[in-house]
């Protein structure tokens, strides 16, 4: 059986890649939070940085495929695929409106609380990418998808948890307006992610544009918007070149090379896979998590964890049965 549809080694090394760069920088953040020298640095500045050599990566990736015309070549097609550059906008700006939707979503829910709500991206992701792409989903692999979906929050509920608490203080604080505004904000954000993950899978996925001149688009869109947003709220101070300097230390650096991968290999993975395929590999990163935190910091591995590893894998089994069906009709 092939797990997933991932039946060529691109698709595999894709998928693998993508699963392991993610886990790769939860470990990074995690060892920061226990290091005071990468405490006091500024997340606007490295959104920047991230966005910047995202855009980096992908005009000398660009390059590279051109050969020695690269950066004539890649004037050339920016002046004949304007109208391209114009659609990638609006993805652009829904990334730039989810990363900011998740501080608003903590200040008013608890952690448990978001991470449950968020966990319906899912079957969203799901539904929306049928519609889109006009693949009709079977009863089976919804069923596949609401046993990775439940995996999920068994598992996040049960480290937040451990990990947070709660007092009657804190809940006496909290107001229904509040928590309205919460969901609301979960709502939008949840909004924001599917659209711009399916309408940039849709983008990659038609014609025979360069990949890395739809990167370049993407990246230059974003890295307006970041600036645009982060001038509005903040001033010019939060790019000062101190702001900058703070980046500068063992853990940030690595975090910054780590995302600008993260979002290369996101673009493949829409390239090669699809949006579903995407937010299973975002379910998978939480046992992930879960067996390098135990291997390298020694947290250990509760009965429920292992409930829900149990529950994950079903929800894949299925759906690769289902991957296995399609492709014999």
């Not at 059986?1 to 998928?15: Q, S």
Request: proline residues 3%.
């Amino acid at each position: 059986m092939t797990v997933l549809g991932l039946d060529t080694p691109v698709k595999k090394g894709v998928f693998l890649t993508y699963l392991g760069l993610w886990c790769v920088l939860r470990l990074v953040v995690y060892a920061s939070q226990h290091d005071p020298l990468a405490s006091g640095y500024d997340t606007a500045a490295l959104l920047v940085v991230v966005t910047v050599l995202k855009l980096v990566i992908s005009i000398a990736w660009f390059c590279v495929d051109n050969g020695s015309g690269g950066l004539r070549g890649l004037a050339q097609q920016v002046s004949t695929t304007r109208l391209l550059f114009l659609r990638y906008f609006f993805p652009a700006a829904s990334y730039v409106v989810y990363d900011n939707m998740m501080f608003f979503c903590l200040a008013r829910l608890d952690p448990v609380t978001y991470v449950i709500l968020m966990q319906f991206r899912l079957p969203v992701t799901g539904f929306v990418w049928q519609t889109v792409f006009g693949r009709n989903t079977t009863r089976t692999q919804w069923f596949g998808l609401a046993f990775i979906m439940i995996a999920c929050i068994v598992q996040r509920t049960t480290v937040h948890k451990s990990q947070t608490q709660i007092t009657d203080e804190d809940l006496a604080r909290g107001n229904a307006s509040s928590l309205m505004l919460g969901i609301m904000g979960v709502v939008v954000q949840i909004a924001c992610g599917v659209f711009s993950s399916i309408y940039n899978e849709k983008m990659l996925k038609k014609g025979d544009i360069s990949l890395h001149l739809q990167n370049i688009y993407m990246y230059t869109h974003s890295l307006i918007c970041n600036l645009v947003y982060i001038v509005c709220l903040n001033g010019l101070s939060a790019l000062s070149p101190g702001s900058f300097a703070k980046l500068l230390n063992k853990w940030v650096v690595p975090t910054c090379l780590l995302l600008s991968c993260i979002g290369i290999a996101t673009s493949l993975f829409l390239k090669h896979l699809d949006s579903v395929k995407k937010s299973i590999a975002s379910a998978l990163e939480l046992f992930g998590d879960a067996a390098l935190s135990w291997y390298f910091f020694a947290i250990p591995v509760t009965l429920p964890t292992l409930g829900s590893v149990f529950l994950c894998a079903s929800g894949i089994v299925v759906c690769s049965l289902f991957e296995k069906k399609k492709k014999k009709k």
